[in-house]
């Protein structure tokens, strides 16, 4: 079976001052459509980096990222802006919502941005998300798991084939940390996603089908 996701010898530096600090050396990485994976590894590790690679966020100093068939990392920027807007689903560390946005006005932006003219989809997938009583809350009113909560209806907003999850548990109590996996797990399961999400906690990401480690610059299976 071909991979929806490949990350074939990708190495990427960056400058500390002037010294280089080589993060990813000759990674690959293969993931199925559909696959559930975890990624820990140290702080530092490249985690982060990897995530922003696989969004096409960043791209790498070599080697290919692949997309369901499509190098990434041949297309311009626009392209890969496409692709992400309507196929990727990203959920960072440090949430991504617009400060002066209400819940129901970031989760529209992205639908506006993936193209979508659905109307009542917002407020739909909040309400799912358990956030009715939310919708014209700004970011800064809510509390930590809600906003993770509305960052993932943005990143679910458009029907994503891929979501990518980056420490989105990280500055949760656990309870918190395990409605927000939950969310994902019930995506995952129905929505025939493929998810990658990195973690510290080693039992968050146990519940994955798959395990990975980033270690020294490199992806292997737990
Ligand atoms: N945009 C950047 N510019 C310079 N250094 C960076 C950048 N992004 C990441 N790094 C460095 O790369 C290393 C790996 O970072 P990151 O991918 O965020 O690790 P992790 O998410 O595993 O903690 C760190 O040393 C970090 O300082
Ligand atoms: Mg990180």
Do not use: C, Y
Request: aromatic share 4%; charged share 30%; hydrophobic share 45%.
């Amino acid at each position: 079976m071909t991979a929806f996701i490949r990350v074939e010898d990708v190495s990427k530096a960056f400058l500390e001052g002037s010294l280089e600090r080589r993060v990813l050396r000759g990674a690959d990485l293969e993931i199925r459509r559909g696959e559930m994976t975890s990624l820990v590894g140290a702080s530092g590790s490249g985690k982060s980096t990897l995530i922003s690679l696989l969004a096409g966020l960043m791209l790498p100093d070599s080697g290919r990222v692949v997309f369901d068939g499509d190098a990434i990392t041949d297309m311009d920027d626009v392209s890969r802006a496409e692709l992400r807007a309507r196929r990727v689903g990203i959920v960072l560390q440090s949430g991504n919502l617009i400060p002066f946005l209400t819940a129901t006005q970031n989760v529209e932006l992205a639908l506006e941005l993936g193209g979508q003219r659905d109307g009542a989809r917002a407020v739909e997938l909040l309400t799912e998300l358990g956030l009715g009583d939310r919708l014209d809350h700004l970011p800064r009113r809510m509390s930590g798991g809600e906003s993770q909560r509305v960052s993932m209806a943005v990143a679910l907003a458009n029907h994503p084939d891929l979501l990518l999850a980056d420490e989105v548990t990280g500055q949760l109590d656990s309870a918190s940390a395990e409605r927000v996996l939950d969310i994902i797990f019930d995506a995952w399961r129905r929505r025939g996603l493929t998810v990658l999400f990195v973690t510290h906690n080693p039992e968050l990401a146990a519940r994955a089908e798959r395990r990975l480690v980033l270690d020294r610059g490199e992806v292997r299976d737990l």
